[in-house]
């Protein structure tokens, strides 16, 4: 099993930063992918950002600009770099972590963070 522990979340106002880190542990295998995603409450989770093992970045056009997700070398953390936040960027954010178990992917969800961006 694979726990993802996510810390960084909080309240700001429109235009600051917040950086959201997510740590895996446990039983870690290659990944194929590790992200973040967000949900409002009523809605469905939406992807913000992924980043492969490889290093390759996409971003949902919202976020563009504003949000990096790195991932650091052992790849077992990830991290997303929120500058120039905006209301609507409030949110719940989970980790995703895609990791290889033989031929077979499996995914792991943190329990998430809270963001909240007064405007």
């Known amino acids: 099993q694979v726990e993802l522990v996510e810390s960084g979340g909080g309240s700001v106002q429109a235009g600051g930063s917040l950086r959201l880190s997510c740590v895996a542990s446990?039983?870690?295998?290659?990944?194929?992918?590790m992200g973040w995603y967000r949900q409002v409450p009523g809605t469905e989770r939406e992807l913000v950002a992924t980043?492969?093992?490889?290093?390759?970045?996409h971003y949902d056009e919202s976020v563009k600009g504003r949000f990096t997700i790195s991932l650091e070398n052992t790849k077992n953390t990830v991290d997303l770099q929120m500058d120039n936040l905006k209301p609507e960027d409030t949110a719940v954010y989970y980790c995703?972590?895609?990791?290889?178990?033989?031929?077979?992917?499996?995914?792991?969800w943190g329990q998430g963070t809270q963001v909240t961006v007064s405007s």
């Open positions: 980043i492969s093992h490889s290093g390759m970045t």
């Open positions: 446990g039983s870690l295998y290659d990944i194929y992918v």
């Open positions: 995703n972590r895609g990791q290889w178990a033989g031929v077979r992917a499996v995914e792991f």
